[in-house]
């Protein structure tokens, strides 16, 4: 039977595939160990979900620098901003897992974002490699320096006194900031007004020039202002005082036991990336911490280092998306993607 033209090419790239299989199956298989050996070769890019000269900012460099030192390889802090911190997130998501574009998220964009929107370009609980925390701080409720109020209690008494009057700033829908105030909300039993800002900077400022009653604001973030007396701190949300502001007493200590809010600024993988990479980043960011520099420069801020296993890393992330899924559903709060 005389074959047809079209079933002798067919014949013949069989052949090419079945010779390059037996090719490939000749060659030593290369182990994820043996590639991670030579890591890393090349500059490592560091994603901050956020603007330029924000907190994950002033967590970052530092943290790039002394990584760039144990690597021996640059370490790059890239800005990727918006959505809340869920585009850099995505981006980390679907880089390649090889150790070369890592995370500095924090616990908006990993642990409530996935409540808050319907839906998300990555799903946090599969998305990523979590390493370690580096950097834990509480938040601080502020008011302006010319508020009658000199105390959480004081707040706490005018909001009860005239429900949804008192008003309450944020740096977004979603944000630590809003979810804060939403928790006080139902821990205190008082009725305020959320005022949503696009970014911290601007909602601080019109905290402290009183056309905004109050803010949950991140300690690193406020505490310029005040110092400056611009911003009067009533309360921390910390489980301690804060050392840079031994006078202020937490939330614990003004009578509201479960408003405690640590935020947490950790590197991340994307998922996928080998446990050899993983452990190598782990040791270095071990060393990193444990800089009485670094742990200086993080206190002058009100934040403290933090370096936990993996496994814990991953606990703590689902511990912390429960808890404000709870908060989240409560107050019936959603944001578009």
């Not at 405690?260 to 994307?270: E, M």
Request: hydrophobic share 45%; aromatic share 6%.
């Amino acid at each position: 039977m005389v074959r047809s033209k079209a079933m002798r090419r067919s014949l013949d790239m069989r052949r090419r595939v079945l010779f390059v299989a037996l090719c490939l199956s000749a060659l030593p298989i290369v182990p994820q160990a043996a590639l991670a050996q030579d890591y890393p070769n090349r500059p490592v890019h560091l994603i901050i979900p956020f603007p330029p000269g924000g907190v994950a900012d002033v967590i970052a460099r530092p943290i790039a620098d002394r990584l760039s030192r144990t690597l021996g390889q640059p370490v790059i802090v890239e800005s990727r901003a918006g959505a809340t911190g869920t585009l850099g997130a995505a981006f980390v998501a679907h880089s390649p897992p090889d150790g070369y574009t890592l995370l500095l998220g924090t616990t908006n964009e990993i642990a409530m974002s996935p409540t808050l929107y319907q839906s998300l370009p990555y799903d946090p609980t599969t998305a990523f490699a979590p390493i370690t925390p580096v950097a834990v701080f509480p938040n601080v409720l502020v008011v302006g320096k010319d508020t009658p109020f000199k105390t959480l209690a004081d707040l706490i008494a005018a909001a009860r006194e005239k429900p949804d009057v008192l008003t309450f700033a944020s740096s977004g829908i979603g944000s630590t900031n809003h979810l804060s105030a939403e928790l006080f909300k139902r821990e205190a039993n008082v009725k305020v007004l959320h005022v949503p800002y696009r970014g911290g900077g601007p909602a601080l400022i019109d905290v402290a020039g009183g056309h905004v009653t109050a803010m949950f604001a991140t300690l690193p973030s406020a505490i310029t202002l005040i110092r400056g007396g611009t911003l009067r701190a009533l309360a921390v949300t910390g489980l301690h005082r804060s050392p840079i502001l031994p006078d202020v007493p937490t939330a614990i200590e003004a009578g509201l036991p479960g408003l405690v809010v640590t935020t947490w600024n950790g590197v991340l993988a994307p998922a996928g990336t080998p446990p050899e990479i993983v452990e190598r980043l782990h040791k270095a960011l071990a060393e990193a911490v444990a800089e009485p520099s670094l742990k200086e420069t993080f206190a002058a801020v009100g934040a403290e280092t933090e370096l936990i296993t993996p496994p814990e890393f991953v606990a703590r992330i689902r511990t912390d998306f429960d808890r404000w899924s709870s908060v989240i559903r409560q107050a019936g709060i959603s944001a578009q993607q």
